[in-house]
């Protein structure tokens, strides 16, 4: 699919700077041939479980569903320890951020999730970066560096209907609108939205994030610690690049 936007691209990958924002899948397909890297933003979980991973200087391999043995025979050809489930008892690395927190430098962590990693790799050859509220600010200076004088693509994840339809997800608008403040650069209507969303919405991002769906989901399961994790904006200056098939630190 190749979208126009106001004559900001020409055939093809997009030649100037600017700045387009797609949600979820679609989004990807959209936006990947147009622009010269894509930045996945999974706020609950996937890109603050990678952010604070790799910056602990893991390499996190994503992982595109939880069906069990097929990750684990990923892993196992990775020489990476694949996550347990969220409920895993015993104190294992899972898409739980807070499980991450002490994950060991030089770790292979094989993270499953049927949203932010399967986005990950649905990118074809165009640079993938992975972004949140956490590293909001490197995240766009590390996309601006790599597309140089090219156009960046945002892509909100959104969540999942139970029938794999998209839920937009206002943590990921905030998150996409926060990396596209940042960079401060040209925006499409729709990039131009979320930036607008995270600048009115800054003041209380964790209030908002606590009370909307997704956080409310996670609290309400006891995962309240990985909403506060996620919440904890410009906390990291990592940005994780996506390069022989895991994230790392760009």
């Not at 991973?53 to 990775?78: H, I, K, L, M, Y």
């Not at 600010?137 to 790599?146: C, E, F, I, L």
């Not at 209380?204 to 909403?227: C, H, K, N, P, Y």
Request: charged share 15%; proline share 6%.
């Amino acid at each position: 699919m190749q979208l126009s936007y106001g004559g900001m691209c020409e055939v093809g990958r997009c030649r100037v700077e600017a700045v387009l924002a797609e949600w979820g899948m679609a989004g990807i397909e959209a936006l990947r041939e147009q622009v010269s890297v894509l930045v996945i933003v999974d706020v609950l979980s996937f890109s603050t479980a990678v952010d604070v991973a790799v910056s602990r200087g893991a390499a996190v391999f994503p992982f595109p569903t939880g069906e069990r043995n097929a990750a684990q025979a990923a892993a196992d050809r990775a020489g990476a320890v694949l996550a347990q489930p969220r409920r895993a008892a015993g104190g294992q690395f899972s898409l739980s951020p807070i499980s991450l927190r002490s994950i060991p430098a030089g770790t292979k962590l094989m993270l499953p999730s049927p949203n932010g990693a399967r986005l990950s790799l649905a990118c074809g050859g165009t640079p993938v970066i992975a972004g949140c509220l956490r590293n909001a600010a490197a995240v766009a200076q590390a996309a601006h560096k790599m597309a140089g004088s090219g156009t960046i693509g945002v892509i909100p994840a959104g969540e999942l209907w139970p029938d794999g339809s998209l839920r937009p997800a206002i943590e990921d608008l905030l998150g996409a609108g926060a990396i596209i403040h940042h960079l401060a650069l040209p925006c499409s209507p729709e990039a131009q939205v979320a930036c607008r969303a995270f600048r009115s919405a800054v003041d209380d991002l964790s209030g908002l994030i606590r009370t909307s769906a997704s956080g409310r989901e996670l609290m309400d399961r006891g995962f309240s610690g990985d909403v506060d994790i996620a919440v904890e904006a410009e906390s990291s200056t990592c940005a994780p690049l996506l390069s022989g098939g895991a994230y790392r630190a760009a």
